[in-house]
């Protein structure tokens, strides 16, 4: 089956400092990419929806310049985190939704997920 | 708005007891309906889904689950549960521009 990657699966850092994480599809091509951030025990929260070669769709609630993503081609998309703070501090997980005989299945294929810790 | 509910935070069940995880959405428009298992430590994988067609849907692992459009429902069923059935389970819609809602997810136990 399709599959998703993403790196890296633990990251720490500094307060204010930027963190890039990266989501790849392995087989297939992701025309629109999905970002989520899950808080323990709770459910996944869409931050921002990309496409391939736009801009990114926010959320509302969800700061556009402190989580910067970026799809600039149909296999990556990356979510920096700048200036990081302890607050973003979270289960950071991606998916995609690829194309499959031209067509657009609608089934999500998810990432390993990234849990950042912002010291 | 569109919002996905499942109303059970977190089941216990013994081996081989039957389980329904309920799942309710709001929107009235052509929905594309999942669940979604999150096994300990592993990422989301999917379970089942449901686009068109017969209601009742089969999944992986023995699970399905049924669309009911008139109660706005997609509740998911296992006749006997396993051990190894023990992960979080998340309902989630499809509306529109390939965007998903999920539901809060259900933390389901299974007893030896």
């Known amino acids: 089956g399709a599959v998703v990657s993403q790196h890296p699966s633990w990251v720490i850092c500094k307060s204010g400092t930027s963190v890039k994480i990266e989501c790849r599809s392995l087989d297939f091509q992701a025309t629109t990419m999905f970002w989520y951030r899950q808080f323990p025990k709770q459910s996944l929260m869409l931050m921002a929806t990309?496409?391939?070669?736009?801009?990114?769709?926010?959320e509302q609630g969800v700061e556009k310049d402190k989580f910067l993503i970026n799809h600039a081609s149909l296999t990556l998309s990356t979510l920096t985190v700048t200036s990081a703070h302890p607050e973003d501090s979270s289960f950071y997980i991606c998916?995609?939704?690829?194309?499959?005989?031209?067509?657009?299945?609608?089934?999500?294929?998810f990432g390993e997920g990234s849990r950042l810790t912002v010291l | 708005a569109q919002s996905v509910s499942q109303h059970n935070h977190h089941v216990i069940l013994s081996e081989a007891a039957s389980l329904e995880l309920g799942c309710n959405y709001s929107y009235g428009g052509t929905v594309n309906l999942f669940w979604y298992v999150q096994y300990p430590g592993q990422h989301l994988q999917l379970l089942l889904k449901?686009?068109?067609?017969?209601?009742l849907v089969k999944g992986i692992k023995g699970f399905e689950a049924e669309f009911i459009k008139s109660k706005f429902s997609f509740n998911l069923r296992k006749p006997s549960v396993q051990w190894s059935d023990t992960a979080e389970y998340f309902c989630?819609?499809?509306?529109?521009?390939?965007?998903?809602?999920f539901g809060s997810g259900t933390r389901l136990s299974i007893r030896p």
């Open positions: 998916s995609a939704s690829g194309l499959a005989g031209g067509y657009n299945t609608g089934e999500l294929f």
């Open positions: 990309s496409n391939e070669g736009s801009k990114a769709t926010y």
């Open positions: 449901y686009f068109s067609g017969d209601p």
């Open positions: 989630a819609v499809i509306s529109s521009a390939s965007k998903i809602i």
